[in-house]
């Protein structure tokens, strides 16, 4: 159960951004529903994350993995809950959904998606990311796959943050 309680949708002062929220993905998550407590954060983070899910230049299953470890790392089912069909759909094989929880020993990561991986990992983890561990990303992506990269794992350690603290999960009750 959410530590508080979930906004209320119906209301004349939110109801043009759930209407927007709607119109981009197909229903008010729960997420969205807590954020929706503050309008200008629910419309901003609505406008940020579609930029980096849906504007950006990275594969779609490399944003995914992406989104997949940044979950697991955080200890965030919520964020995983939503994203596993995401990345199934998105060419993500269910091996290397599996094998992400130790994705070092898994034969079946390519060389981007290893460099990518540790990237994630020295972000969520360290925060800091060394040269060694930077320079190898940095041989698979341009600069603005860089950007993009760098802002969808800071982006998506902010959701897992956002719902651990709030203990937002798929099976409250709104």
Not at 8 to 30: C, E, N, Y
Not at 38 to 63: E, H, M, N
Not at 123 to 149: G, I, K, N, S, W
Request: net charge negative; with cysteine.
């Amino acid at each position: 159960m959410a530590r508080i309680p979930y906004a209320d949708t119906q209301t004349d002062a939110v109801r043009p951004l759930v209407d927007k929220m709607i119109a981009q993905r197909g229903s008010v998550l729960h997420l969205y529903q807590m954020l929706l407590h503050s309008p200008a954060v629910a419309d901003g983070w609505l406008a940020y994350l579609t930029s980096i899910r849906q504007k950006s230049s990275l594969d779609g299953a490399l944003r995914e993995l992406v989104i997949m470890r940044v979950a697991l790392l955080n200890r965030a089912p919520y964020e995983a809950d939503q994203h596993a069909p995401i990345a199934l759909r998105e060419g993500v094989s269910e091996g290397k959904l599996a094998g992400l929880a130790d994705w070092p020993d898994c034969p079946l990561f390519e060389p981007i998606e290893r460099a990518v991986l540790a990237y994630v990992d020295a972000m969520t983890r360290q925060v800091q990311v060394d040269d060694e561990v930077f320079a190898a990303v940095a041989a698979h992506c341009a600069p603005q796959q860089l950007v993009e990269l760098t802002a969808t794992i800071a982006a998506y350690n902010m959701v897992s943050r956002f719902l651990e603290a709030l203990q937002i999960h798929s099976h409250d009750t709104r």
